[in-house]
């Protein structure tokens, strides 16, 4: 069935590390992923985005990797900063890409430590 | 300027009371959605319109009707509300129903006592 996961449900670490959160997806079908950032009492904002014909896309301190052959995706935060602290969703369309549905993953929880 | 913007932020009623959920989005986008967000923030896809046509009806029960007056309005009424409607329901838009992302509203927070 379709379902998207994350590997671990909170992950901890100091300010200025580098974080990575990664994501496991199980429809070989899906061709766009999303990671949302979504902190509290807010709705999710959008991060960065990757179609599958790359395996790799850079933002500003955000790099979001793909690996098609093991359905791994995994979000990379550079340089993480207090500001960062928050629930963090990737997500797939699942193949529907004429439908805009996105399934998404239970969430990490990123606490950064001063 | 708040993009997609949900009324009201936090709702609390009784069982069996019907309520609704009003959504406004100024980004002058096609396709709207309705996600329901469970107390472990599963988030999950509820409905979607395409310029006020239902496009995703993802096995929600008929007490949920979301009505599209135009495209850049979304309302989600719920009849004879449950205990397990309890949730934060967010209201989102995107351009176009194809892989682009999703703008999300700040979410209600529904109460059902």
């Known amino acids: 069935g379709e379902s998207v996961g994350l590997h671990l449900p909170t992950l901890s670490v100091q300010e200025g590390d580098n974080s990575i959160i990664n994501c496991a997806y199980s429809n070989s079908a899906s061709d766009y992923f999303i990671w949302y950032k979504q902190e509290s009492g807010k709705g999710p904002q959008f991060i960065i985005d990757i179609r599958s014909n790359m395996d790799k896309r850079q933002g500003q301190r955000v790099t979001v990797l793909l690996n098609k052959t093991v359905k791994h995706l995994s979000l990379q935060i550079a340089a993480t900063q207090p500001g960062d602290s928050a629930v963090y969703f990737c997500a797939e369309n699942s193949g529907s890409s004429n439908t805009g549905k996105l399934i998404f993953g239970q969430g990490t929880t990123l606490q950064v430590k001063p | 300027d708040t993009a997609v913007s949900q009324t009201p932020k936090y709702l609390v009623t009784q069982m069996g009371n019907d309520k609704s959920i009003k959504c406004e989005q100024n980004?002058?986008?096609?396709?709207m959605y309705w996600y329901k967000q469970d107390s472990k923030k599963f988030l999950k896809i509820m409905f979607s319109?395409?310029?006020?046509?239902?496009?995703i009806n993802e096995t929600v029960p008929n007490r949920f009707s979301p009505k599209s007056p135009d495209k850049a309005h979304l309302n989600l009424h719920i009849n004879s509300l449950e205990l397990g409607d309890s949730a934060v329901y967010f209201c989102?838009?995107?351009?176009?129903?194809?892989?682009?992302?999703?703008?999300f509203g700040q979410g209600t927070r529904l109460t059902v006592v």
């Open positions: 319109y395409n310029n006020k046509e239902l496009i």
């Open positions: 980004l002058g986008h096609d396709t």
């Open positions: 989102a838009s995107s351009r176009m129903t194809g892989n682009t992302e999703a703008f």
